[in-house]
């Protein structure tokens, strides 16, 4: 029997977990000599093969079966990117948020307790698109027009990278997205997505008004809405949904992004939904921290000895003396400090966020009895994160945005003004009922965030844990062996790009579009899902000059500690032993001052070497 091995290079990617040209002897022990024949991996003579389509060998390959009895085919691809969701609110990591529907995918797949993000939107989802460190693919601070032209700080995705989509789109894969895209043009079809509904540039939009959002490539079909019925998470879900349809008409196995707006700022939902979680918070942030540990502490998250940090600090200390916030440590204020109107407003804000968080495990829901009744839903990896930690821009009490800035977007761009100024109105009286309804863009203050990443310290745009440290669930009924469990294994954002390559059996490029592309930073997740032994390494956080790097329990950590081409002068760095300190309340530079000095040495060579440095 002559062997195809080329052929077998070219369609590796129809065998479970990427079978090497080079272990066809295990192929041949899944799949039977009739299959091989006809799919025309091999024949019996030495002569040439055409070659078939790639629906055909899927065809094939759905009909064999390894020896456990799973599928060959190459696994459909979910990846739900949720914003500024704290490490503490789903149900099924503490919260008392109701997520029946996520719950449920921990509850029959995999929860991850050391997944890290890249501290904020836009460097988060310039890792998890590029398989890169943000500063690699050129957004290591934020989009747009950088006032430095330092090469990790481009404003937008460079040509020395690619996306997810560009490279499973060369492996045959539907590529689809929906939701919030934010880094930059060029757009997601332009960066290899073949359907995109959304927005495009900003970190926000009106979840009320569907003209913030636009339809790619245009031309294409557009869901229309009643006056009064369209909501974004909603929306969102739904053009996914046409999307899906449209990929298994086509046959072909796909990769869906659904990069929700929920729950970000503004916080808005159904008043019904925020009517029912406001007795939640009145309660307060107090109240629900103790809570929340204490049921962390059961689910195994955190061990029976940790105690529940203090409040954490103000975001913006300028931002609170202007609002009236400020307290004498500056630190977030004790709720029962507070006066009576304002717990009320503060109650309302976060009912407002948690009935967004509900929303979209609702729809959430959708999708997954979707892959059900479609028969996809045992093969298909679905994997849920958030995309940096809870944000507490910038004092307490929140603010509230002027909806008249925001009457006549353009389509597919959301809000992207600075809020650092915005005001902070207390609600009273009919005005409660109203919040979270159209015509009310507000955000819920940095006591709230201290909520939402508990037992965590600090926020987005830090490098502290409670900025970089993310829940991720994982669900994937044929090749998960222990459904229920929890991984410890340390995992970043840059590790989905390595991850679906190896199970789409794609090959990522040396050169793409005539340019160089620099290699993988990520390393695949399968050997965590599948409950392998982690194996060690080193991973750097940096984003506004806040920085850290982790290397096994140990982990550095410094705010403003960067400036230019080196460290600022002056600069203050912690070392704490985060395996048995997650909260970074213990603070042992000055117990192992050489470990801290080794740490810092080996960022600031990792630092050059990723572009974190030049720093702006």
Same mark, same amino acid.
């Given at each position: 029997? +002559?062997?195809?091995?080329?052929?077998?290079?070219?369609?590796?990617?129809?065998?479970?977990?990427?079978?090497?040209?080079?272990?066809?002897?295990?192929?041949?022990?899944?799949?039977?000599?009739?299959?091989?024949?006809?799919?025309?991996?091999?024949?019996?003579?030495?002569?040439?093969?055409?070659?078939?389509?790639?629906?055909?060998?899927?065809?094939?390959?759905?009909?064999?079966?390894?020896?456990?009895?799973?599928?060959?085919?190459?696994?459909?691809?979910?990846?739900?990117?949720?914003?500024?969701?704290?490490?503490?609110?789903?149900?099924?990591?503490?919260?008392? +948020?109701?997520?029946?529907?996520?719950?449920?995918?921990?509850?029959?797949?995999?929860?991850?307790?050391?997944?890290?993000?890249? %501290?904020?939107?836009?460097?988060?989802?310039?890792?998890?698109?590029?398989?890169?460190?943000?500063?690699?693919?050129? &957004?290591?601070?934020?989009?747009?027009?950088?006032?430095?032209?330092?090469?990790?700080?481009?404003?937008?995705?460079?040509?020395?990278?690619?996306? +997810?989509?560009?490279?499973?789109?060369? %492996?045959?894969?539907?590529? &689809?997205?929906?939701?919030?895209?934010?880094?930059?043009?060029?757009?997601?079809?332009?960066?290899?997505?073949?359907?995109?509904?959304?927005?495009?540039?900003?970190?926000?939009?009106?979840?009320? *008004?569907?003209?913030?959002?636009?339809?790619?490539?245009?031309?294409?079909?557009?869901?229309?809405?009643?006056?009064?019925?369209?909501?974004?998470?909603?929306?969102?879900?739904?053009?996914?949904?046409?999307? &899906?349809?449209?990929?298994?008409?086509?046959?072909?196995?796909?990769?869906?992004?659904?990069?929700?707006?929920?729950?970000?700022?503004?916080?808005?939902?159904? %008043?019904?939904?925020?009517?029912?979680?406001?007795?939640?918070?009145?309660?307060?942030?107090?109240?629900?921290?103790?809570?929340?540990?204490?049921?962390?502490?059961?689910?195994?998250?955190? #061990?029976?000895?940790?105690?529940?940090?203090?409040?954490?600090?103000?975001?913006?200390?300028?931002?609170?003396?202007?609002?009236?916030? $400020?307290?004498?440590?500056?630190? *977030?204020?004790?709720?029962?400090?507070?006066?009576?109107?304002?717990?009320?407003?503060?109650?309302?804000?976060?009912?407002?966020?948690?009935? =967004?968080?509900?929303?979209?495990?609702?729809?959430?829901?959708?999708?997954?009895?979707?892959?059900?009744?479609?028969?996809?839903?045992?093969?298909?990896?679905?994997?849920?994160?958030?995309?940096?930690?809870?944000?507490?821009?910038?004092?307490?009490?929140?603010?509230? =945005?002027?909806?008249?800035?925001?009457?006549?977007?353009?389509?597919?761009?959301?809000?992207?003004?600075?809020?650092?100024?915005?005001?902070?109105?207390?609600?009273?009286?009919?005005?409660?009922?109203?919040?979270?309804? #159209?015509?009310?863009?507000?955000?819920?203050?940095?006591?709230? %965030?201290?909520?939402?990443?508990?037992?965590?310290?600090?926020?987005?745009?830090?490098?502290?844990?409670?900025?970089?440290?993310?829940?991720?669930?994982?669900?994937? #009924?044929?090749?998960?062996?222990?459904?229920?469990?929890?991984?410890?294994?340390?995992?970043?954002?840059?590790?989905?790009?390595?991850?679906?390559?190896?199970?789409?059996?794609?090959?990522?490029?040396?050169?793409?579009?005539?340019?160089?592309?620099?290699?993988?930073?990520?390393?695949?997740?399968?050997?965590?899902? $599948?409950?392998?032994?982690?194996?060690?390494?080193? &991973?750097?956080?940096?984003?506004?000059?806040?920085?850290?790097?982790?290397?096994?329990?140990?982990?550095?950590?410094?705010?403003?500690?960067?400036?230019?081409?080196?460290?600022?002068?002056? $600069?203050?760095?912690?070392?704490?032993?985060?395996?048995?300190?997650?909260?970074?309340?213990?603070?042992?530079?000055?117990?192992? #001052?050489?470990?801290?000095?080794?740490?810092?040495?080996?960022?600031?060579?990792?630092?050059?070497?990723?572009?974190?440095?030049?720093?702006?």
């Amino acid at each position: 029997m +002559i062997f195809h091995h080329e052929k077998l290079k070219v369609y590796q990617r129809t065998l479970p977990f990427n079978v090497k040209v080079s272990e066809w002897k295990v192929l041949l022990g899944q799949f039977s000599v009739m299959t091989l024949l006809g799919a025309g991996f091999c024949d019996d003579t030495a002569n040439g093969w055409e070659g078939i389509k790639v629906k055909e060998i899927d065809k094939a390959c759905d009909k064999a079966r390894d020896k456990d009895g799973k599928s060959g085919k190459r696994p459909n691809i979910l990846i739900v990117l949720a914003d500024d969701l704290g490490w503490s609110d789903l149900g099924c990591y503490g919260g008392e +948020i109701r997520t029946p529907n996520l719950d449920a995918l921990a509850g029959k797949g995999l929860r991850f307790t050391q997944t890290y993000n890249s %501290a904020r939107c836009v460097p988060s989802r310039a890792s998890l698109l590029t398989g890169l460190y943000p500063h690699q693919a050129g &957004l290591g601070w934020f989009t747009g027009s950088p006032q430095v032209d330092t090469p990790g700080h481009k404003g937008r995705l460079t040509d020395h990278c690619v996306t +997810i989509a560009e490279v499973l789109k060369t %492996a045959g894969y539907a590529t &689809l997205a929906s939701g919030k895209w934010h880094v930059a043009d060029p757009g997601p079809v332009a960066r290899g997505f073949d359907e995109f509904y959304g927005f495009v540039h900003g970190y926000a939009i009106d979840s009320w *008004n569907p003209d913030m959002m636009t339809r790619l490539p245009e031309g294409r079909p557009l869901r229309q809405y009643p006056k009064g019925e369209y909501y974004a998470t909603t929306a969102l879900t739904d053009h996914a949904l046409d999307f &899906l349809d449209g990929a298994r008409e086509q046959e072909k196995p796909w990769l869906l992004y659904l990069g929700y707006q929920a729950p970000h700022f503004p916080l808005q939902a159904s %008043a019904d939904i925020v009517a029912s979680y406001v007795p939640v918070y009145e309660k307060g942030w107090d109240v629900l921290r103790a809570e929340r540990l204490e049921r962390m502490k059961a689910l195994g998250i955190h #061990p029976e000895r940790m105690d529940l940090p203090p409040r954490s600090p103000i975001d913006h200390l300028g931002a609170a003396k202007r609002v009236g916030s $400020a307290t004498v440590d500056g630190m *977030n204020p004790a709720w029962d400090d507070l006066p009576p109107e304002r717990r009320t407003d503060l109650a309302h804000r976060m009912a407002a966020f948690a009935a =967004m968080v509900e929303c979209m495990d609702t729809q959430i829901g959708r999708i997954v009895e979707s892959l059900r009744e479609s028969g996809e839903l045992d093969n298909t990896l679905i994997l849920f994160l958030s995309d940096n930690g809870a944000c507490a821009e910038w004092e307490p009490f929140g603010f509230d =945005m002027d909806p008249a800035q925001f009457r006549n977007p353009v389509p597919g761009h959301g809000i992207n003004i600075n809020t650092m100024r915005e005001p902070n109105i207390l609600h009273e009286g009919d005005a409660l009922a109203a919040m979270g309804g #159209p015509d009310s863009l507000f955000s819920y203050g940095s006591a709230w %965030a201290n909520l939402c990443n508990t037992p965590l310290w600090l926020y987005k745009h830090y490098a502290h844990e409670g900025g970089v440290r993310t829940p991720m669930i994982a669900h994937w #009924p044929e090749r998960i062996p222990d459904p229920g469990a929890w991984r410890d294994h340390l995992v970043h954002l840059m590790d989905f790009m390595p991850t679906v390559v190896e199970l789409a059996g794609a090959e990522y490029p040396g050169r793409f579009n005539g340019h160089d592309i620099l290699p993988m930073e990520g390393r695949s997740m399968l050997p965590a899902i $599948a409950g392998t032994p982690d194996e060690p390494r080193t &991973l750097i956080f940096e984003h506004e000059r806040n920085a850290a790097i982790r290397e096994g329990k140990w982990k550095l950590v410094g705010i403003d500690v960067l400036k230019g081409d080196g460290v600022r002068p002056a $600069a203050r760095w912690q070392l704490y032993d985060v395996e048995n300190d997650p909260a970074e309340q213990f603070d042992l530079a000055g117990e192992y #001052p050489e470990i801290a000095a080794q740490l810092l040495q080996k960022f600031m060579e990792e630092a050059r070497r990723i572009m974190v440095l030049p720093a702006p």
